[in-house]
């Protein structure tokens, strides 16, 4: 289960300090470049680049700034994450059922047989060669 760091050590906090200051920087950069104006985006670099050189001089200075970042990150990652394993079954793995369904196949062979007396499938035996368990492949 995943679940929010509330005591990040002073090796996580300075992390998160630099990729703060990159990360804003580039968001600046874009947002100078697409919008043209200055006032903004110098705003935004000052304000995370003393957020973040502080973190990196005092890493427990930043802890809240880093804290209210997971919480506010964690449901995101939840739904996003969720939504993609979703869209992952719904767009291969049940096809790909319903094909073989379609089809009549059976790979694990799990239909029900009323006149099998068991179910076990003989297997051929291996010898008993010590050696054996070297060779794996």
Partial sequence: MISINWKPSSRELRWFAGLLIVFFAVVAGIWKFKS?????PAI????????????LAAPQAIRWV??????????IGWVISHLLLAAIFFGVIMPIGLI????????MRKSFDRSAS?????RPTEPTDSQRYFRQF
């Fill in 44 to 55: 935004l670099v000052g304000v995370t680049s003393t957020i973040g050189l502080l973190g």
């Fill in 66 to 75: 880093y804290v209210g970042w997971m919480v506010a990150a964690f449901p």
């Fill in 118 to 122: 068991t179910y076990w499938i003989a």
């Fill in 100 to 107: 073989l369904r379609v089809l009549g196949r059976d790979p």
């Fill in 36 to 40: 043209g104006q200055m006032s903004g």
